[in-house]
Every structure is written in C-alpha cells, then in structure tokens.
C-alpha cells in the first residue's frame, strides 16, 4: 500500500456508521488502541487534552477500544462510550471494539502495522499503542504505552517564520513542511507570495494581529539586515529590524506562552581567540554584530523561553548569486577579470539545508535546549579558497583571481573579524541525531547544473509555465511543493503517462507511470512509477533545456507478484525539448502544457531527409546505432544483436515496406527482435495487424482531422486484443515525411485494466506515446 491507501481505509463507528478516512486528508492523525481498565486508561485524558489543544490545528485522535490485552476493555460499545465521556470527557473519535492482532484484526491496524514495526515486530504489544500520520498519509512514528499524549505533544509544533522568502527562510520552509508534524507558516514582505503571510515587521500592530491569530508556539527570527556594509550606512534601519523589532516579537510570543529562536551571528565575536564557546564574552567589531549582539540581549530579556541561535555565513539554492556572501563569488569566477580575493580570514559557510534541519531538532526539543546555542560547518574556506573551488567544479580558469593575504588596517571602512570559528559543542551536547555531513564541495557538485543553468544563466523562466502540467494522466500531482524521492512512497496515478511540473525560480519535476507487462505470467504486472527533480532554462529560440539533479531521482515498483521496492537513481544527462505551447485543457479544467522533442522532421545537419531517399542512410545509421549497443536495450542483450551477420539482415528485421502507401513501419523495440524472425507486426492500411493473424491489433481513425490530431500530435488509436508476441511492441510511423512513435501492449491489457480500474483502457490514455508531439502528452 501507498502513503495515499491510508485516506481508502474505513472504521466502524459504535452506532454501526461507517467512517471513511477519506475526510482525514491534509491532517495529522494520531490512531491508538485503548482499553477501559488498564493500568495505561488514565492516558485517555492526557489524549483528551492533547485533542483539545490541537484540533484547530489539524490534528485528529481516534480511539479503537480492544479487548485482546488482559481481557482490560470487557465492556459493551455503550459501556465504553460512556466510561470515557464519564471519567475522561473524551470528546474525540472512538470506534466499535475490534481485534488489532490475530486473523481478525481490522484493517486500519493491519495498514499502521505494516507500515511501522518496532524493533523489527509488527505486534501490538500492549493497550495504548499510539501510531502518527502525516498530513500526506505517511506513519512516521509509532509509540509505546509509556509514552504520554504530552510527550506526543512535543511532536506536534506550530512554527512561524520571519524572513521566510529569504536563504534561510526558504530552506526551514521546504524541511518543515515535509515533516508532519510541524505546521509551519512564513512571513515575509518585501517578497512575498501567496504562500507567505505578508507582514512589515516594523508595523507593531500587523505583527501582533498575525501572532494572536496563528498562535504559534515558536517562532523562528531570521529577518534581519545582514550585510556588513548596508548596516553601516544605514543604522537607523538597521538597529530598527535587528533589535527593536525582535524584542518586540519575543514579547509577542511571552504573551501567548510561545518561544522565540533567535538567528544570530558569529560576528558577535572578534574573532581573535577562536573556537568560540557560548560562555565566551562577545566583542563584535562592526554595527552589524553590535545590532545583533543587541538583538540578543532584547530577545532574553523579554521572554525567558527564548534561543539564540548562532551560525556563520550561509549559503544554498540561491535565487540570485548576491542573495548569499558565498555564491556571489561566483560573479568573479564567471567574469574572468583580475580581481584581488580576501586569502587571511577564515570563514566557515554553513549550508541553510543543514541549519535547517538543526533548527526542525531544535524545535521539537526546545524544553531542553539552552539559551544559546552554536551551529556551524566546521570547514574552514578564505573567500579566495571559495572561489578557487567554484572555479574547479565549474571548469572555469582560476588565474585571474589573485590571493590577498594582507590584513586590512584600522582604516577600513567596515572591519571584519579574522577567525570566528564557532563550536559547536553546545548542540552536539543535545545528542539529537542530526544527519548535516554535506561539505561545501559536496553541495556544489551536487548542484553543479543547478549552479550553471540557473545561477550563472541569464535566460529566463517563463511564468507561462508555472502550474501547468503535461500528461495524459492527470492524477499525477507535481507541483511547487516538491517532496524529497528518498524519503517518501508516492501515490499512484489513475493512468500511465508522463508528467512535467515547473516552477517559477527554475526548478521542475518530472514524472513517469508505466506498466511492464509480462507474457508468461499475464497475472504479474508491475506498475513502476519513475520521480526526478531537475532544473530548467529556456534557451534563446524558446526551447526548454532541462537537466535533473543527479541523486535526486526515485523508482518505485509495485509488482503484484513479488516484493515491491524503491530504488534511488542517479541522472545527470540534460534534455533539451524545442519549443512548448502552454495552453488552456477543456477537458480538465486546468493549464496544460505541451512539450516538442522536435518539430516531426527528418534531418540531417541542417537538411530535411527525404524519407525515399536517405531510407538507405537512415536505416544504416540504425543499424551502426544498435551493433553499438544503443538503442536503449538492456546491457546483457546487445551480443545478440552483433551476431547479425550482415546489415541487411539488420533492414529486415527493422523495415516493412508495403507497396502502394505511403505508411512505412520501423521497428523500435530491438530487445524483442532476432536475427532468425521477422517483426512482429506489419502495417496495412490504417490497421496493425499481426503477422500471423489477420484481425487488427489497433486501428488508426481517419474521421478527426486525419490520421493524428496536430493539436496533441498524437494517433487516434482503439486498442484491441493483441497476440502475446512481445510485452509491448513500438513503431516509428513515417507519414508524408514525419516521424511519429507508438507503442501498443499486448493482451494482458484486459488484466491489467481489472487490476488497476482503468475504465477506459480501449483509448489512447498513456499505452500510445507520440514522440513527434508532446513527450508524454497523450
């Protein structure tokens, strides 16, 4: 079962009505197993109380009364009902009496159970087993009886954000909103958007309208002015947002009974007598580490619940090279001018990714966190050692970039300290198992074509293509909120089919759902559902190029006959599609997208083929392909394919060519043809038809503007029952000088439609691909 069967499954409300979890979606769930005379029965009220205090947040608790640990729950439905609203005040869900273990355990438990073991045992070991499930359906954590409904709790955080559209903002954002159990919201106003709060921090009364109404319980502080430089010119405005406005919001957040995590800097320091301890004394240098050392002492001296957190200079995904002190040196590797780089103080860049998660830690553990706290990469890098390994990883010359290794004077217009390396005993000390072990070069080899096509490029994005989608499976949903492959199972589709989504800052994910039938066991079809992150450009002659993020893919199978599984992949060749048409689906109501692999012709160089006479060169060129072992087979099948002995034995397998029509038919499935047989199929007409059998396997429909539609550039095509001679046979259909590709699957296309509902399997929904219109778009 996928994350999303959990919204399939039912209960069995006391008075017999059935309740559909189908109403649980975008919540978080917490399901436990309860008893009325157990020694763990007076955590119905802590259940109550947690129930109480996060219902308006999104959180449901359901109660499934059972009687198979000690005979502890002996009553009637009635009886229990009455027991807990008595002696409890429960006011949440409770359900029938059932079984959670044995042959009769209802289906509810048999799904947590499944998805969450303990110590390696399904078993329910006792009453008061408690399992939480994410607002995407996922389990993501299973307790004990001990543990209490308060220490849940912990587990269960509303977070607000300052500063969200910035690198730090953006970065808490994208890790707590994958965790479901932190309900995060940002605010932001220079660049807000429609996810974002707008709010002007300076405006006291806006600020605490926002906090009475989202009624967070913390708050973490990362707007501020950052920049050395801009804080010395301006320190009225700077003093402003760094001290004023977060004394303000950590009085905000006393007065609801919140906390604040305060995001400092190691600037506080002097950088003299580094590594720096929380107990050392601060004795910053310029106005910016004099403000937020300031800052600091506003926010403790106004709310005793409140965490400063200090961290280095940052970097990450950044929208634009200047967003971050680290990636806008970039700027000067890319130029190629002499350029004078700082070679004698040591900076630490600390990835927003890792803080990020430090922070989500932080969150959850903030009870038993100290006041201060240091985070920090423990890389040391010169600004000059920065830029010479940008220059490395992006194969760019690095001479022109000249080692300063001279200390300014007291003159400088704005010092900095030399080495303010912090340590970070203080959050290692917290043991919260924190997994940041990224290094700096890692990161932007990692993101190397993300670097290239998004921060070093200066075509644009097109906002046409923000929200579309482009599929003939529409139940594919990928969109801004990009999930992490490696950490979640995805949901199936309705239809096979490939998806494109794109967003805004250069960023899409593609999708790919498709069956692997199997002509042996026509029972064993595998469903495989293939996930890949990458970024975009769109090139000067309004193509798109797209390049995935290499380690940042997923395969997922489901195979009804074996053991399913996920495997993480790595892909790292760009695609570039010519042009894409956004438009306006009647159909669905919704913006789709078509995306052209090429315009349908034939070319060589510069020159159109003439498909009749450059056949021979086409077909050579095929055949030169495949005894390369191209062609896209498997690596254990090429040798067979090299024991043709000569190429017109190749042309044979490969080409059909019937007198009196202008329909040709190449073969483009190489792993299903030998040199001993001839192709499975032919074309006659408008219809394949099996060599061997003379009823049509598919039948083209001429009566809508002709053989395909220009609108999608894909066939028409009614899929009728075909003789198992291969899993699924593919053509490139050559009409009046346009290539076009299709596939057509085999009989198992009726079992495969029973197992996976598919309705309406006789059209062209996903088993036909055309390569001639929209990749995928079917």
Known sequence: MSASEFYNLKAEKPNGQEYNFDTLKDKVVLVVNTASKCGFTPQYTGLEELHQKYKDRGLVVLGFPCNQFGGQEPGTDDDIDNFCKINHGVSFQLFKKSDVNG?????????????????????????????????????????????????????????????????????????FSNDGSIQVTGLAYSRSSDKLIKCDLNDEKAIEGVIREQQPDVLIHCAAERRPDVAQNDPAATEKLNVDVSGNLSRLMKNIGGSIIYISTDYVFDGTKPPYTTTDTPNPLNLYGKTKLAGEKAVTQNNDKSVILRVPVLYGRVENTKESAVTILIDAVKEGKAKKMEHYANRF???????????NALTKNIQKVPQIVHYSSREAYTKYEMACTFAEILGLPSDHLIADTEEPTGDAAVSRPKDCQLSRDSFDKLNLNVDDNLSFKEFFIKFLNYVISVVLSDRPYSDDLVGTWSSGSGGV???????????????????????????????????????????????????????????????????????????????????????????????????????????????????????????????????????????????????????????????????????????????????????????????????????????????????????????????????????????????????????????????ILIIASKAYQACVWNKNLDDLAKQHDLTQYDRAQGMIFSSAGAAGAV
């Open 103 to 175: 042959d009769k355990t209802n289906e509810v438990f048999k799904y947590l159970k499944d998805k969450k073991s303990q110590l390696g045992l399904t078993r329910i070991k006792w009453n008061f087993e408690k399992f939480l499930v994410d607002k995407q359906g996922n389990v993501v954590n299973r307790y004990s009886s001990m543990a209490k409904p308060s220490d849940i709790g912990n587990d269960m955080v509303k977070v607000l954000v300052t500063g969200a559209s910035g690198l730090l903002g953006r970065a808490i954002l994208d890790n």
């Open 477 to 731: 949903q990928t969109g801004t909120g990009f999930c992490t492959p490696s950490e979640y199972s995805f949901n199936v589709p309705d239809t096979t089919g490939i998806s494109y989504s794109f967003t805004k800052d250069g960023f899409y994910e593609e999708s790919t759902y498709k069956f692997n039938s199997n002509a042996s066991a026509p029972q064993c079809i595998q469903a495989v559902l293939i996930w890949q992150h990458g970024t975009y450009v769109i090139n000067d002659d309004n193509g798109i190029d797209t390049t995935p993020i290499a380690e940042d893919g997923r395969i997922q199978v489901e195979d009804p006959c074996a053991a399913s599984s996920n495997v993480l992949t790595t892909a790292n060749i760009t695609r570039n599609f010519q042009s894409f048409l956004p438009f306006d689906d009647p159909v669905k109501d919704k913006k789709a997208l078509q995306l052209y692999d090429f315009d349908g012709s034939i070319t060589n160089g510069n020159r159109k083929r003439d498909v009749n006479s450059d056949m021979e060169e086409i077909l050579e060129e095929r055949f030169l392909e495949k005894r390369a072992g191209g062609g896209g087979r498997a690596s254990g099948e090429s040798s067979e394919l090299r024991d043709c002995a000569t190429r017109d034995d190749m042309v044979k397998q490969e080409l059909d060519i019937l007198p009196g029509t202008d329909i040709r038919m190449v073969s483009c499935s190489p792993f299903e043809l030998r040199c001993d047989k001839k192709p499975p199929v032919s074309f006659v007409g408008g219809n394949i038809r099996s060599q061997d059998s003379s009823y049509p396997l598919a039948t083209f429909s001429q009566t809508k503007s002709g053989i395909f539609k220009k609108s999608t550039g894909t066939a028409d095509l009614t899929i009728y029952n075909m003789s198992a001679v291969a899993p699924a046979v593919c053509f």
């Open 349 to 359: 860049p600390t990835n927003v990714d890792n803080v990020a998660i430090a922070l």
